[in-house]
């Protein structure tokens, strides 16, 4: 007879998660270990195995949870009836407020997709190229004189934007809504304006 699953079997998954993502974080992947992780969610190794059979199994889950929940948040966003530069704003603030609260799952991203088998690797940058080409649709539509015919360009400005929300967490760590609305605000009429315009 198959082996029921417990009530509470997502919510000990989901917490099996957001500690490991801390211990990678804080410690890196390389050094943390089973034992680790179990000590950081207050379980049993053996408890750990029932969900995951390897760390490598547990990184990938924390990354395809937060990278697709992530895509689907961002690449969801309601644009209709907005201006071209209201759209940039909308994103640009959509993105960083979707960072919230995901500091060790963002952190880990940054090193942990590399580690991961080649076929899991293409399903989690498929997920970051969906987030760059929205974006770089809506740059797009924002100055269609300035990107016409130059893709290496589009790139570039994208990659910039999402450099400089990427790295927020590092220097402004546990910002609130406001903090995040005026950043937000500060990239977009950077990205539309140049420092002139601010």
Request: glycine share 8%.
């Amino acid at each position: 007879m198959a082996r029921t699953i417990a009530k509470d079997h997502d919510q000990k998954r989901d917490n099996i998660l957001t500690a490991a993502a801390r211990v990678f974080a804080n410690e890196g992947f390389d050094r943390a270990s089973m034992a680790m992780l179990a000590r950081d969610c207050g379980i049993s190794k053996a408890n750990i195995y029932h969900y995951y059979d390897s760390k490598d199994a547990i990184l990938y889950d924390i990354l395809e949870t937060y990278l697709s929940a992530l895509r689907d948040r961002i690449c969801g966003i309601d644009l209709g009836g907005l201006t071209p530069q209201d759209k940039v704003h909308r994103v640009i603030r959509e993105i960083l407020m979707a960072y919230q609260g995901a500091d060790d799952e963002h952190r880990v991203q940054i090193n942990g997709v590399a580690m991961l088998p080649p076929e899991q690797q293409k399903v989690l940058r498929g997920y970051q190229r969906d987030m760059v080409v929205f974006l770089g649709d809506v740059l797009r539509e924002a100055a269609p004189e300035v990107f016409a015919g130059d893709a290496a360009k589009l790139r570039g400005a994208v990659m910039s934007v999402y450099g400089m929300l990427n790295w927020y967490y590092m220097w402004q760590s546990g910002a609130g809504k406001q903090a995040r609305e005026d950043y937000a605000r500060l990239v977009s009429d950077l990205t539309l304006k140049g420092v002139g315009g601010l």
